[in-house]
């Protein structure tokens, strides 16, 4: 009997994009995931590729121009520094505001519980809801009310979750991990910036959001939401590589992203890339672990 394949998409907000990349080579391959999972960013693009909706969140994704991924942030201080109503309402009137039971594949995703820091694995009513609460990174996006709980990212309790995909029963899980080379990096691109010259720690999106916020900054030190943004990292790295060294998955693809910012939203095609790039380099790793 042919094994089932699962496939899980990790956290790593504009460096998820990469996990269209990493779809469309497997497609080419010939390699169909029968179980799709998510976190975060990943959660966002499994659902549209659950829907059949790949093709019109790649097309809008490299789209996106700096001013299209600004225009979507609503700046609030009320549980996050982005509310983030306007983003999810985008995705709901355009990808994925359906029943679960109503996606042509096997799907679901992850949130935390704020109150606990409970894992939830989410697998039932609304698809873009679900998206939502997997989605509120802590700090930046508010949290999501869902049956009476308070859910933020997924990515504090399982970024990359391989653990889920098996529970659906996945035989052969397949996993994405985009944190595994980027700690550190945001923390150093913005000191080598202000080091030659450039506008210093505060750049791109950081400096429009922190003004937006009538908040100054000092040029000598990082930014909020740098600060944020690579404590994120570090955090859910930690979090990734302790959660796959007791449940690794049969492959592992680790797209090179460091390159790219928290918020680089509008650099879909160079992540698209080096998703589909990856996929490549572990082609041969990717059949054996296929092989009946």
């Known amino acids: 009997m042919k094994p089932k394949i699962g496939l899980a998409l990790g956290s790593g907000s504009a460096r998820g994009w990469a996990h269209i990349g990493v779809l469309r080579a497997l497609q080419e391959a010939g390699i169909t995931p029968d179980i799709l999972c998510g976190c975060s960013i990943g959660a966002l693009v499994g659902a549209a590729y659950a829907d059949g909706d790949l093709d019109q969140l ?11 991924v600004v225009g979507l942030l609503d700046v609030g201080l009320a549980g996050g520094l982005i509310k983030g109503d306007k983003l999810m309402a985008f995705f709901e009137r355009h990808f994925v505001d359906k029943d679960f039971s109503a996606l042509p594949l096997p799907f679901a995703c992850v949130a935390t519980d704020l109150a606990n820091g409970q894992e939830i694995w ?12 997997s989605m509120a990174m802590p700090g930046l996006l508010a949290p999501v009310k869902r049956d009476g709980r308070l859910l933020v990212d997924g990515g504090l309790v399982n970024p990359v979750p391989v653990s889920l995909c098996r529970a659906l029963g996945a035989d052969i899980v397949i996993a994405v991990d985009l944190g595994s080379d980027i700690v550190g990096r945001s923390l150093k691109q913005a000191a080598r910036a202000a080091g030659s010259g450039g506008p210093g720690w505060t750049r791109g999106w950081t400096s429009m959001l ?3 916020l009538g908040l100054k ?27 796959l ?12 992203l460091a390159h790219l910012g928290l918020m680089d939203y509008h650099r879909a095609a160079e992540a698209i890339a080096e998703g589909s790039a990856a996929v490549k380099r572990l082609l041969p790793a990717i059949e054996f672990a296929l092989q009946p």
């Open 210 to 212: 922190l003004t937006s």
């Open 58 to 68: 790649e097309h809008w994704a490299t789209g996106l121009a700096w001013q299209d």
């Open 245 to 256: 060294a007791g449940d690794p998955a049969d492959v592992l693809i680790a797209p090179r």
């Open 217 to 243: 900054n000092n040029h000598d030190q990082p930014s909020l939401a740098t600060v944020l943004s690579t404590s994120i990292n570090i955090m859910q790295t930690r979090i990734a590589r302790s959660r």
């Open 122 to 133: 989410l697998r039932e009513g609304s698809v873009a809801a679900a998206v939502h609460a």
